[in-house]
């Protein structure tokens, strides 16, 4: 019963460096988002999907691409790195109906340099 | 503005000592009010939701409760393991696909 999987779940990269979190979830549910977790800052949405083919931004969407080609998989793209995007970033999913009950992954932590 | 806070910020008990954790918030349109439980290097764990003032819901130690204005976590006779971040959020009527999320409160307790 795995839940939530999010991968890698550290990583350091350069400035300008690219590359993709990757999310997935096997309940079957139909919204699935990003979150970035920073102390004072609190979670903070960055993108979100409530289906196959279907995404939206959230608070903070700006440095970050996303797709959702299936169900299960929900990656998060850095396009170019900033030393701003360091964070730990939590991948959560939740039926569509109950999108406040959310199940979260462990997160990934990434330093940009 | 919509809105959320969560106090204390820190909070330190002994093993056993009850206590209670409040998160305020102004929202326009309240379409429920949840609260997470955070280990450390964990993503947040779902507890509780509510949806309207007089709502209780219970779940071994801890009872969250929920006013028009607040929602309180009451811990009773708190154990150790019970020491984690608690996280509330807020769906509003403007967007409930977007949650409104407090700070949290950071909860230790002493053996």
């Known amino acids: 019963n795995a839940g939530v999987t999010q991968t890698p779940k550290f990583q350091v990269l350069k400035t300008g460096q690219s590359m993709t979190l990757q999310c997935a979830q096997d309940?079957?549910?139909?919204?699935m988002s990003w979150y970035r977790q920073d102390p004072g800052m609190g979670l903070r949405l960055i993108h979100y999907?409530?289906?196959?083919?279907?995404?939206d931004q959230g608070e903070v969407p700006n440095g970050y691409n996303v797709s959702r080609s299936t169900t299960e998989d929900f990656p998060l793209r850095l396009l170019s790195a900033a030393p701003s995007q360091t964070s730990v970033y939590f991948c959560?999913?939740?039926?569509?109906?109950?999108?406040?009950?959310?199940?979260f992954g462990e997160g990934s932590r990434l330093t940009v340099l | 503005e919509d809105q959320v806070t969560q106090s204390p910020e820190a909070l330190r008990l002994q093993e056993g000592e009850s206590s209670s954790l409040n998160c305020s918030y102004t929202?326009?349109?309240?379409?429920?009010l949840f609260w997470y439980r955070q280990d450390p290097g964990k993503g947040p764990e779902f507890l509780f939701t509510?949806?309207?003032?007089?709502e209780e819901k219970e779940k071994e130690r801890l009872k969250a409760t929920l006013t028009k204005k607040e929602s309180f976590l009451h811990i009773t006779a708190p154990k150790p393991e019970d020491s984690a971040t608690y996280l509330c959020?807020?769906?509003?009527?403007?967007?409930?696909?977007?949650?409104?999320w407090g700070l949290g409160t950071s909860l230790a307790v002493n053996p």
């Open positions: 959020a807020v769906g509003t009527a403007g967007n409930n696909r977007k949650l409104i």
């Open positions: 509510l949806y309207s003032a007089g």
């Open positions: 999907s409530v289906g196959a083919g279907i995404t």
């Open positions: 309940m079957n549910h139909e919204y």
């Open positions: 959560a999913s939740s039926l569509l109906t109950s999108t406040g009950e959310l199940f």
């Open positions: 929202v326009s349109g309240l379409r429920g």
